[in-house]
């Protein structure tokens, strides 16, 4: 899983159904802050689990506010909003000091299985590998082969596949604020998150979306950050059939 931002209500439930589905262990490729509002609650669950996790952009934007003067937080809250101010206060001390202490891009092994976990691409945490990325990027992520069986990679929202040259390159998503229509759609007042599930024993992976209620998420957004439209209007879009 990818993306988290803060969004423990979409985590839960998508840990939840991971339950159910007869998973283990967790990989989790960054951006576990930002956006959203209760990190601590998102640091909360995840520790509950075996969990590996590589460094995102959002954690080095959340180091960033830590260093950061009043100008340079004034400009981080302006542009993302006031999720790195809450999360400072909430989070206990030791758990921002083992979240800023994450790397990029890590590698893990689990029953044989070589696993690269990056944010953006494995060669820089902030580049955006979309779904129609150009052929000399895939080409570039077949370049990874003699390092990994899978490469996992979160940073654009959209959930994406690639495999070439023995290397299945997958992007699970975003958890938290997933930005494709179809899977960002609330109706009803449900919303859907993002990630995967993959199968070490017959190697296979299934996208999964899964169902949440995001209107604690949505009131905290207009009481935290009533001038970043955005933070709501990313949760409410509509399917793009509808």
């Known amino acids: 899983m990818s993306d988290i931002h803060g969004n423990s209500d979409a985590l839960a439930k998508v840990l939840g159904e991971a339950r159910l589905q007869g998973a283990e262990r967790l990989i989790v490729c960054g951006d576990i802050v930002g956006y959203y509002y209760d990190a601590s609650g998102v640091w909360n669950l995840l520790s509950q689990w075996q969990t590996d996790m590589c460094r995102g952009n959002h954690e080095t ?7 950061g003067d ?11 909003g006031s999720s790195y ?17 994450l790397r990029h891009p890590v590698q893990v092994k689990i029953d044989g299985i070589s696993f690269l976990v990056s944010h ?8 955006y590998l979309y779904p129609d990325t150009d052929t000399s990027n895939v ?3 077949a370049a990874y ?3 990994c069986d899978v490469l996992l990679m979160g940073h654009t929202h959209y959930q994406a ?10 992007n699970p998503g975003s958890v938290g604020q997933p930005r494709s229509g179809k899977a960002t759609s609330i109706s009803g007042g449900v919303a859907r998150a ?19 209620d995001p209107s604690a998420v949505l009131e905290q957004a207009s009481q935290f950050d009533p001038d970043l439209a955005y933070l709501r209007t990313v949760l409410t879009r509509q399917d793009s059939a509808a």
């Open 61 to 67: 934007i959340f180091k960033e506010w830590l260093d």
């Open 85 to 101: 101010k809450i999360a400072e206060s909430s989070m206990k001390q030791d758990d921002i000091k083992r979240l800023l202490s």
């Open 194 to 212: 993002q990630w995967a599930l993959y199968d070490t024993i017959e190697r296979k992976h299934v996208l999964m979306n899964t169902t949440y």
């Open 139 to 141: 080409e570039r992520l």
């Open 161 to 170: 596949v690639w495999e070439k040259e023995g290397v299945l390159a997958l």
């Open 145 to 147: 082969s003699s390092e």
């Open 120 to 127: 953006g691409a494995p060669w820089d945490e902030d580049a």
């Open 70 to 80: 009043r100008e340079k937080r004034d400009a981080i809250q302006r542009k993302y």
